[in-house]
């Protein structure tokens, strides 16, 4: 039976000479949550309780996923999108970033909200990240206040939406009102938030 820590040696070739067995997706996620591929590689057996002991090359891949998961910026523009109603993102709200594919679909998902959002199609800065945590919470605030004025102050103010018949008349302007219009009459229809004449 092979013992856990043991080194394979696939995995181990992956991160040879310069790193070649690495995939492209695999170098940007380790460089996006810092991870150094230098402290990945075999380490001889008498050596593995040594404090310069390398880590074992198959645990990068879900090292890369718990330093996602650790990072302020991921987690919340992760909640704040999904919160805002996107539905990849309610799916790593819930369940969190497991694997690398996942982290790597959720920074393709940040890649294009960032360039959504105004920004160039570069991706990969400390500003870029926090900035677009930033324009994610504010979206999501404003969509909050929203909410809250239609089912509060409405509410609160002309009866509840759902039980309620209620219209609001909007009194026709005077004659001597000189934005009068047509003095048509409006009504807000509460029950099917709709205008109707």
Known sequence: MAKKDEQSFEDLVRFGNLHIGLKNKEKKAAERYGINL?????????????????????????????????????????????????????????????????VTKANNMFRGMHERYGNDGKFNSQSD????????????????????FKDNYISKN????????????IPTATSDDATAGDNSKYKLNLKNNKYGA
Do not use: W
């Not at 050596?47 to 330093?67: E, G, L, T, V």
């Open 129 to 148: 990240y926090s900035g677009l945590t930033y324009d994610l919470v504010k979206n999501d605030r404003k969509q909050i206040k929203a909410k809250d």
């Open 38 to 102: 230098d402290s990945y590689g075999f380490t001889r057996p008498d050596r593995m309780n040594s404090p310069h002991a390398k880590r074992n090359p198959k645990y990068f891949q879900s090292d890369i996923a718990a330093a996602a998961n650790a990072d302020y910026d991921t987690r919340r523009s992760i909640e704040a999108a999904a919160l805002s109603g996107n539905k990849k993102a309610e799916k790593y709200a819930k369940s969190g970033l497991n694997n690398l594919e996942d």
């Open 158 to 169: 002309f009866g509840s939406r759902e039980n309620s018949n209620t219209e609001l008349e």
